[in-house]
T-cell receptor
Framework: GAVVSQHPSRVICKSGTSVKIECRSL??????MFWYRQFPKQSLMLMAT?????????EQGVEKDKFLINHASLTLSTLTVTSAHPEDSSFYIC?????????????FGPGTRLTVT | LAKTTQPISMDSYEGQEVNITCSHN???????ITWYQQFPSQGPRFIIQ???TKVTNEVASLFIPADRKSSTLSLPRVSLSDTAVYYC???????????FGTGTRLLVSP
């Protein structure tokens, strides 16, 4: 099946710094990728939809200037958390759909655990 | 805000059939219903998708009644390795809408 990777798997940063998370589709081209956030023992919440070659679409309540998304190629999307604060500590997960399939399946990455101290 | 709710937790024993329900109070006409499994500190993994009636694959069945206000994921004979959190997800046309359910924590005991 299709594989999506994320890097890093875990990151600790100091308050006020920025952190970049990469999401890659390894064996298919993803024109669209999705970024989710998941707090402990809670469900996944969609943050934004990343579109290759165009601006990301952010969900209501998600600050686009704080969570910068870049989808510069058909296999890579990045999420940069700018000026991170402890409340940004969470599990960030990306996913992608394979446009070559008519399925509604998303392929999820393994997630990135962000801890802001 | 869409309300897609699930029971918080369920307990079962190895070999039993488990049915997990999801309430789709705000589902739209063209939305599909998908289900995912998630282990701790991992990304979710796709189980099954459907629109109406019953769908079956090699690992699960999905029942969706005519009014589509609910869906039921059926795991035929669970094993210890099925202990995980299960989520329903409403997917809108063109993936314009992605709403996860609240999640059900399934614990399978020997």
């Amino acid at each position: 099946g299709a594989v999506v990777s994320q890097h890093p798997s875990r990151v600790i940063c100091k308050s006020g710094t920025s952190v970049k998370i990469e999401c890659r589709s390894l064996d298919f081209q993803a024109t669209t990728m999705f970024w989710y956030r998941q707090f402990p023992k809670q469900s996944l919440m969609l943050m934004a939809t990343s579109n290759e070659g165009s601006k990301a679409t952010y969900e209501q309540g998600v600050e686009k200037d704080k969570f910068l998304i870049n989808h510069a190629s058909l296999t890579l999307s990045t999420l940069t958390v700018t000026s991170a604060h402890p409340e940004d500590s969470s599990f960030y997960i990306c996913s992608a759909r394979d446009p070559g399939r008519s399925s509604y399946e998303q392929y999820f990455g393994p997630g990135t655990r962000l801890t802001v101290t | 805000l869409a309300k897609t709710t699930q029971p918080i937790s369920m307990d079962s024993y190895e070999g039993q059939e488990v049915n997990i329900t999801c309430s789709h109070n705000n589902i739209a006409t063209n939305d599909y219903i998908t289900w995912y499994q998630q282990f701790p500190s991992q990304g979710p993994r796709f189980i099954i998708q459907g629109y109406k009636t019953k769908v079956t694959n090699e690992v699960a069945s999905l029942f969706i009644p005519a009014d589509r206000k609910s869906s039921t994921l059926s795991l035929p004979r669970v094993s210890l390795s099925d202990t995980a959190v299960y989520y329903c997800l409403e997917v809108g046309t063109g993936f314009q809408k992605l709403v996860f359910g609240t999640g059900t924590r399934l614990l399978v005991s020997p």
